[in-house]
Nanobody
Framework: QVQLVESGGGLVQTGGSLRLSCAAT????????IGWFRQAPGNDREFIGT???????DYADSVKGRFTISRDNAQNTVYLQMNSLTPEDTAVYSC????????????????????WGQGTQVTVSS
């Protein structure tokens, strides 16, 4: 079992930045693909990006160029750096993990992840 805990959310003004962390316990993250998702009130869960164990990443078009996922396997932590934030980025952000890579389209689907954190709220004010 992998337990995931997100942190780093908060309130930021438009144009600001935040860095979210996804810390894992129970198992080493090195073999897991980590996905980041977000969900705003009334909306479906939205894919943000993934990081493979070797560090390669994939991003949704809505965040490409603004968000960056990185991972520190030694610290068992994955990060989501978010820049140029807008009110449309307001949501609960969650990280998720699944063992082994199965292709970029597979990992864009939230249903394909086994382990989830509790989420952290990000609010961007206008």
């Amino acid at each position: 079992q992998v337990q995931l805990v997100e942190s780093g959310g908060g309130l930021v003004q438009t144009g600001g930045s935040l860095r979210l962390s996804c810390a894992a316990t129970g198992r080493a993250l090195s073999s897991y693909v980590i996905g980041w998702f977000r969900q705003a009130p009334g909306n479906d869960r939205e894919f943000i990006g993934t990081a493979r164990s070797g560090g390669s990443t994939d991003y949704a078009d809505s965040v490409k160029g603004r968000f960056t996922i990185s991972r520190d396997n030694a610290q068992n932590t994955v990060y989501l750096q978010m820049n140029s934030l807008t009110p449309e980025d307001t949501a609960v952000y969650s990280c998720a993990a699944v063992l082994g890579y199965r292709g970029s389209f597979y990992h864009r689907e939230a249903r394909n992840y086994n382990f989830w954190g509790q989420g952290t709220q990000v609010t961007v004010s206008s």
